[in-house]
């Protein structure tokens, strides 16, 4: 099954303490993405990567930092979470960025105390 | 940055109506845009799309309008049922990178 993987779905944990959520998909897409999502703001992209080793800052990439090894995966890296940071992320790929529609994972909610 | 909106934050209609979502988007260099619909719990899942050089594109039940003089964008949903309820996001592409709007919940009454 085509998929888009994000692992924890679900974190609760504290200032300062570096985390990493993993993204991962089977489909072979060389677009891939993380956004945020807010109540009001919808979701706003955080970091893109167009392939392996190529990734771009998206409209809020301030205290992140992302990284692209493989084609499969994109994990997202909060080195020192801080509590505006707390929010539901999503991670999502597709084949080419060009009139391709991303797929998404289900989700990933951090809570940063 | 990019500013995508809704007219509408909560949209309710009858069970077997058709229903219109709109969008107002800000870049008029944005060449993709794309609708989505998310379900509570789940992540944003592909309706349908568009690109710059059209201004309509139909899908099964769904139809999606580009009026790039004004800057508008609105999804057109068919004979409504109750699995359309959810909150429905428009999305643009301005090189690179995607903007979405803040989205729009669709009730859907029996």
């Known amino acids: 099954e085509a998929q888009v993987t994000q692992n924890p779905r679900y974190l609760i944990t504290v200032t300062g303490k570096k985390l990493t959520v993993t993204c991962s998909q089977n489909?072979?897409?060389?677009?891939m993405s993380w956004y945020r999502q807010d109540p009001g703001l919808g979701l706003r992209q955080i970091y893109y990567s167009m392939n392996v080793e190529v990734t771009d800052k998206g409209d809020v990439p301030e205290g992140y930092k992302v990284s692209r090894k493989e084609k499969r995966n994109f994990p997202l890296i909060l080195e020192s979470p801080s509590p505006n940071q707390t929010s539901l992320y999503f991670c999502?790929?597709?084949?080419?960025?060009?009139?391709?529609?991303?797929?998404f994972g289900d989700g990933t909610r951090l809570s940063i105390l | 940055g990019e500013s995508v909106g809704l007219h509408l934050p909560t949209l309710s209609v009858q069970e077997g109506d058709n229903s219109i979502i709109n969008c107002a988007y800000s870049n008029s260099a944005s060449d993709y845009f794309i609708w989505y619909k998310q379900e509570s719990g789940k992540g944003p899942q592909f309706i349908i799309d568009?690109?710059?050089?059209?201004d309509k594109r139909q899908g099964q039940r769904v139809t999606v309008l580009l009026n790039k003089t004004v800057k508008h964008l609105s999804l057109q949903i068919a004979a409504t049922q109750p699995g359309d309820s959810a909150v429905y996001f428009c999305a643009e592409r301005n090189l690179n990178k995607f903007y979405f709007g803040s989205g729009t919940k669709l009730n859907v009454k029996p």
């Open positions: 568009i690109r710059s050089n059209m």
């Open positions: 999502a790929s597709s084949n080419r960025v060009n009139n391709q529609p991303q797929h």
């Open positions: 489909m072979n897409h060389e677009y």
